[in-house]
Every structure is written in structure tokens, then in C-alpha cells.
């Protein structure tokens, strides 16, 4: 089993900044890939990056490239997601998950651990 909570989800102005932190517990946090995802209120949870086991691989949904940067730290057992020059359609609840794979995955499915989420709002 691998616990996931997620922390650093708010409020932020079009154009802002936010860090999201996804700290993980239980089983070896660096044999696992991560995820971000995002679900926006009545619309299906949507990828947005992916990092490899190592942190030497990232993989991002092409709308987001250049603004979203996904990183780790296995010293610290937690994921992080920048995300920069937010816009009001950045809204959404953010959810970080966990796969035993060594690749950076983008199908939901292929996680097995998932945090709760945190919410993240750009106002329009």
C-alpha cells in the first residue's frame, strides 16, 4: 500500500503561481512512477504529467507543456507539481497517484494508489 495526500491546492489570481506537493507513505516511494491528474466540476479526470520511478523521465499532456513542471524528491518521499501563468480553466481538484512502473504513465488505469485531492481555484 502507498498513502498519497496531497497539500498546497487554493485560490490564485489568473496568471499566478501555486506548488503542488503530493507526500507519499508506506511502501518505497522510489520504485514507484507518479501522476498528476485533474477533474473539473461534471467533467472526467483528466492527465496532466508524469514522472518516472528516478525522476529522469517526464511526460505532459500537450495543453499544458511549458507551464506545468513535474518533480520529485525520493529523499523526501513527496512529488511536486508547478504550475505557472494559471489560468481560470486550471480549475480544478488535483489528485497525485502512484504506479509500479519505471515509465511515466498518462492512462488512468494504470495507477493503483490515488490521493483525495486538493482544489485548486483561478478565478475568472
Known amino acids: 500500500q502507498v498513502q498519497l495526500v496531497e497539500s498546497g491546492g487554493g485560490l490564485v489570481q489568473a496568471g499566478g503561481s501555486l506548488r503542488l506537493s503530493c507526500a507519499a507513505s508506506g511502501r518505497t516511494f522510489s520504485r514507484y512512477s507518479m501522476g498528476w491528474f485533474r477533474q473539473a466540476p461534471g467533467k472526467e479526470r483528466e492527465f496532466v504529467a508524469a514522472?518516472?520511478?528516478?525522476?529522469?523521465?517526464?511526460f505532459y499532456a500537450d495543453s499544458l507543456k511549458g507551464r506545468f513542471t513535474i518533480s520529485r524528491d525520493n529523499a523526501k518521499n513527496t512529488l511536486y507539481l508547478q504550475m505557472n501563468s494559471l489560468k481560470p480553466k486550471d480549475k480544478s481538484v488535483y489528485y497525485c497517484?502512484?504506479?509500479?512502473?519505471?515509465?511515466?504513465?498518462?492512462?488512468?488505469?494504470?495507477?493503483?494508489?490515488w490521493g483525495q485531492g486538493t482544489q485548486v481555484t483561478v478565478p475568472s
Open positions: 514522472i518516472n520511478w528516478t525522476g529522469g523521465r517526464t
Open positions: 497517484a502512484a504506479a509500479p512502473s519505471r515509465i511515466p504513465l498518462a492512462r488512468r488505469s494504470e495507477y493503483d494508489y
